[in-house]
Nanobody, 122 residues
Framework: QVQLKESGGGAVQAGGSLRLSCAASGLTFSRAVMGWFRQAPGKEREFVAV????????VYAESVKGRFTISRDNAKNIVYLQMGSLKPEDTAVYYC???????????????WGQGTQVTVSS
């Protein structure tokens, strides 16, 4: 059974930074494409970033490009999201998820965790 545990969220002021972590188990992590998504109240879940199995390819949503960095440690089965220059519009619950294909479509990802709340105040 695939399990995902996101952590590292919190409340920060605009311009601040956070590093999110997602610990994965129950899958061959090194073979999974890993994505980060977020969902704000009343909005659809949206793509944030994705990283390929080896960590050499990444794609970001335009809204976070240049501010967020996705990375992974296959030895620890963890994917990270380093977030900088945070804005109030980044406020959301952040989720990680695995997939077997190179995609950014949320419906193509399976096994979602509980997420971690990020709140950015102005």
């Amino acid at each position: 059974q695939v399990q995902l545990k996101e952590s590292g969220g919190g409340a920060v002021q605009a311009g601040g930074s956070l590093r999110l972590s997602c610990a994965a188990s129950g899958l061959t992590f090194s073979r999974a494409v890993m994505g980060w998504f977020r969902q704000a109240p009343g909005k659809e879940r949206e793509f944030v970033a994705v990283i390929n199995q080896g960590g050499g390819w990444t794609v970001y949503a335009e809204s976070v490009k240049g501010r967020f960095t996705i990375s992974r440690d296959n030895a620890k089965n963890i994917v990270y999201l380093q977030m900088g220059s945070l804005k109030p519009e980044d406020t959301a619950v952040y989720y990680c998820a695995p997939t077997v294909t190179w995609t950014i479509v949320p419906e193509d990802f399976g096994s979602w965790g509980q997420g971690t709340q990020v709140t950015v105040s102005s």
